[in-house]
């Protein structure tokens, strides 16, 4: 293989959402990595809750960051140009190259192109221009760049506004591989109508198929493979099976319905809670330990489940005040503070920080139309929101020994402090807290219920992510023709 050949762009496109478009990409940033090319990630438009901080201090969406972690290089705001994080049904924060330009009305985005700020509705920038020219950029660095589309290419009321599928790839002149999930039905008519509602120009983009989370004996889909090929005028490249045992950072809370919800009645586990808030953001922050097999955590806002659990967890969220005022409508706040009394041990990271304080103020009216709401003061800190949003990556120590993680937040506190610790209560605006070993036999050892010996998983979290990235990649290569990827992006056609 010529690794000095330049590749055309190839992008990931889906027939719908959560058909594992960010997870195929980021298995092919890491096969382009491992066959010598210089690959990296690129998704023009994320509307997304789990985002991360690049090493310059801005903010991109988590599967661009995950994806540039399996390219082998350092995440940037032109991988992710234009983030989309929802405040509510209907309304979402901009952030465009790394920074929040205000909140947007879904009708006013996509139709105006306008963004809120203080109540006032303003032109926003060229928004296709900008993330053109991220692609640009990044275009002119690495090769090849591995683009991802958003939801569904099919959605032909919004093509005239769309920023981030077929337009995207047309200006990148990328070959685009469309994906389709097997496992939720319907497959045939959601990847034929996907092609065929595409322009005739649109549509000569479209290079190949990839059939994904398929479950079963893999020979029972040999004749619908070769139907799907007949109709399609479109060559199927490979047929991926489910996996279980790959763990790889998911982009959104659209999969917290797949995760555990059970209180566990087993002595040799420890459960943990993490309080299920309505605008939940990074829930990665817990897969670490989660995975870790001393523990059971699950996700509830059911109050025996939280007055029962040996460990208690306030998530980030996008919406602070209105969370916190929805956890004192719902009975969970109050059990909270039980569950402390009672010697339980609750942790608050980002927004459930600030919650675990003694009040959140919002005088701007920066997240919404509640002013000012007490906390639950577990700790000793008063939060106010600002225009201002903090995005970095930090270092810090813990128990004497180096550890790492990443801030994101609205609103300052008014303490130094970036770790506070009470009785039984530890508050910090650390997102990745929980990723690092020291914390995680902290936390397990203060409540003193389990074994002495370290849990694998407690491995520096890096080296655990990076045999994931290799395996994700290995299962790939078993079941696409990769051999046939690289003939269509060095084809002249």
């Known amino acids: 293989m010529n690794y000095e050949l ?3 762009p190839i992008m990931f496109a889906g027939t719908g959402s959560d058909v594992g478009k960010s997870i195929v990409a980021a298995a092919f940033c890491r096969i382009f990595r491992q066959d010598g090319y210089h690959p990296a990630p690129f998704k023009a438009q994320n509307m997304a809750l789990n985002s991360y901080a690049t090493p310059e201090g801005l903010e991109i969406g988590r599967a661009q960051a995950v994806q540039a972690e399996a390219a082998g ?5 032109d991988m992710n140009p234009l983030l989309l994080k929802p405040n509510s049904d209907h309304t979402s924060q901009v952030v465009l190259n790394g920074k929040p330009l205000g909140n ?6 996509w139709r105006k192109g306008c963004v809120q700020r203080g109540g006032a509705s303003l032109s926003g920038p060229d928004f296709r221009a ?5 692609f640009d950029r990044l275009a002119s660095r690495y090769n090849p760049i591995v683009m991802e589309g958003a939801g569904s290419i099919a959605e032909i009321n919004l093509k005239d506004r769309d920023l981030v599928n077929m337009s995207m790839a047309q200006h ?6 469309l994906v389709g999930d097997i496992d939720r039905g319907g497959v045939f008519a959601s990847v034929y109508g996907s092609i065929m509602l595409q322009s005739p120009e649109d549509r000569k983009l479209i290079k190949g198929i990839i059939i994904n989370k398929f479950r079963g004996d893999m020979r029972l889909f040999d004749e619908g493979r070769r139907m799907l090929e007949d109709i399609c005028s479109v060559p199927v490249l490979g047929v991926i099976p489910y996996y279980k045992d790959i763990y790889i950072d998911e982009e959104d809370s659209v ?3 797949k995760k555990n919800s059970q209180l566990s009645t087993l002595n040799s586990q420890l459960n943990v809670a993490v309080i299920l808030l309505r605008h939940i953001s990074n829930y990665t922050d817990f897969d670490t330990l989660e995975r870790d097999p001393r523990v059971n955590l699950f996700y509830t806002n059911n109050i025996k489940d939280i007055e029962q659990a040996d460990i208690i967890i306030l998530p980030g969220t996008k919406s602070t005040l209105d969370d916190l005022l929805e956890l004192r409508r719902n009975g969970c706040a109050q059990a909270i503070l039980r569950a402390h009394r009672d010697g339980k041990m609750v942790i608050g990271i980002c927004g459930g920080y600030q919650m675990l304080g003694q009040t959140v103020e919002d005088p701007e009216g920066i997240e919404g139309s509640i002013k000012r709401l007490p906390g639950l003061g577990l700790l000793p800190i008063h939060t106010t929101m600002t225009q201002e ?3 970095r990556q930090v270092t810090f120590q813990f128990e004497g020994q180096k550890c790492q993680g990443y801030e994101i937040h609205q609103g300052v506190s008014d303490t130094n402090e ?14 990745g807290f929980l990723d690092n070993a020291p914390v995680i036999e902290h936390i397990l050892r203060e409540k003193g219920k389990v074994k002495s010996e370290k849990f694998a998983s407690a491995q520096d979290p890096q080296v655990f992510k990076e045999t994931q990235y290799d395996k994700l990649a290995a299962h790939v290569r078993q079941y696409v023709d990769i051999e046939r990827i690289y003939q269509i992006l060095s084809s002249n056609d």
């Open 104 to 109: 947007k009305d879904a009708y006013d985005y």
């Open 172 to 177: 990148a002149k990328a070959d685009v591989i």
């Open 418 to 431: 970036i770790i506070l610790q009470t009785d039984h209560c530890i508050g910090t605006y650390i997102h």
């Open 130 to 134: 900008e993330v053109h020219a991220a």
């Open 6 to 8: 330049s590749l055309h």
């Open 389 to 391: 949003k903090t995005t």
């Open 73 to 77: 290089i350092p995440c940037h705001t």
């Open 255 to 257: 999969n917290l319905a």
